[in-house]
C-alpha cells in the first residue's frame, strides 16, 4: 500500500512530541529543586559521626551528647535531635542487644499516673552507606504524643546513637526531612579522639534511659494534647512546655548519675 501516511499517526507524533517535551520540563525541574535541597543541606561532623543537617538546623554540645534543632523556636516544639557516642562495652554493645532492646514494648506513666504502653512500629536493620544500623521506630516510648527514631550502630571500639523525636501533629511534615538526613549518616572510627571518649560501662541503650543520649527516659511528662492545630497558639504552647519539661528531667537525672 503507497501513498501519504494517515492524518491520524502525524496527530500522534505531535501529541507524543509534547508529551515528552512536558517530561523533560518535568524531569529538569525536579532535579534542579533536588540539586537546592542539596545545596540547602549543610554537613555536620562530631569525632565520629557525620551526617546532612536539614535547612536551618543547628547543633550544640551538651557534655557528651549533641542536640540538634531546628532554629525556628516554633519548630522546636514539633521535633530534635540527639546524638551521642560511647566506647564499646565487650558485654553488653553490639547489634543484636540493641534489636533486643529496641523490640520491648515499655510501659510508661503520664504526671497523672496513668500508665500508657510504647508502640514499637518496627525494628530491623538498616544498611546505610555500607555500614549495618539497628532502626526502630516507635511511639510514645520517650515522650508521650512523640514518634521517636533509634538508630544505633558499631564502628569498631565506638558505639554511637542517633535519635530524633516528632511530636504526632507534625509526624507528615518532618518524616521526609529526616529521612533525607538518614540516608546521610555515617559512624567511624577515630582512634586519637577515642582517647577522650567516654569509657562508661554498660550498653549504649542501657536500662532504655540511653534513648536520648544517655538521659533518662522522661516517662513522667504530662502527655501531649493530641492533633494540635498549627494556628493554635496555645496548643503549642503546650506541646512546647511538655518539650523543655522532658529536657529539664534528662539533665537533672544526668547531673544525678554523675554525682552518685
Not at 7 to 13: A, D, E, P, T, W
Not at 34 to 54: C, I, M, N, V, Y
Not at 215 to 236: F, M
Request: proline letters at 5%.
Amino acid at each position: 500500500m503507497t501513498g501519504r501516511p494517515p492524518r491520524f499517526l502525524g496527530g500522534q507524533i505531535s501529541v507524543l512530541i509534547e508529551g515528552m517535551y512536558s517530561l523533560s520540563r518535568s524531569l529538569l525541574a525536579l532535579g534542579l529543586g533536588l540539586f537546592a535541597l542539596g545545596a540547602e543541606a549543610k554537613q555536620f561532623k562530631t569525632q565520629f559521626f557525620s551526617l546532612d543537617l536539614p535547612p536551618n538546623w543547628d547543633c550544640v554540645k551538651e557534655e557528651l551528647d549533641w542536640v540538634c534543632q531546628p532554629d525556628n523556636l516554633h519548630e522546636r516544639s514539633e521535633v530534635f535531635m540527639v546524638i551521642v557516642t560511647k566506647a564499646v562495652d565487650a558485654v553488653d554493645d553490639s547489634l543484636t542487644k540493641y534489636q533486643d532492646v529496641l523490640s520491648q514494648v515499655r510501659t510508661l506513666r503520664n504526671l497523672r499516673g496513668d500508665p500508657y504502653k510504647s508502640e514499637v512500629r518496627y525494628t530491623r536493620i538498616n544498611k546505610i552507606l555500607e555500614r549495618e544500623w539497628v532502626d526502630s521506630l516507635q511511639f510514645g516510648s520517650e515522650i508521650p504524643g512523640f514518634y521517636t527514631r533509634y538508630l544505633a550502630s558499631i564502628a569498631e571500639k565506638v558505639a554511637g546513637l542517633l535519635t530524633y523525636a516528632i511530636a504526632e501533629s507534625s509526624y507528615a511534615k518532618w518524616s521526609p526531612v529526616m529521612e533525607r538526613m538518614i540516608g546521610t549518616i555515617e559512624l567511624k572510627f577515630d582512634p586519637q579522639a577515642f582517647e577522650q571518649l567516654s569509657k562508661q560501662s554498660g550498653s549504649l541503650l542501657s536500662s532504655r534511659g540511653g534513648g536520648f543520649g544517655g538521659r533518662a527516659a522522661a516517662p513522667e511528662v504530662e502527655a501531649a494534647a493530641p492533633a494540635p492545630d498549627a494556628s493554635n497558639d496555645s496548643s503549642i504552647m503546650i506541646v512546647a512546655l511538655v518539650l523543655f519539661a522532658a529536657a529539664g528531667y534528662w539533665f537533672y537525672k544526668k547531673k544525678q548519675q554523675k554525682k552518685g
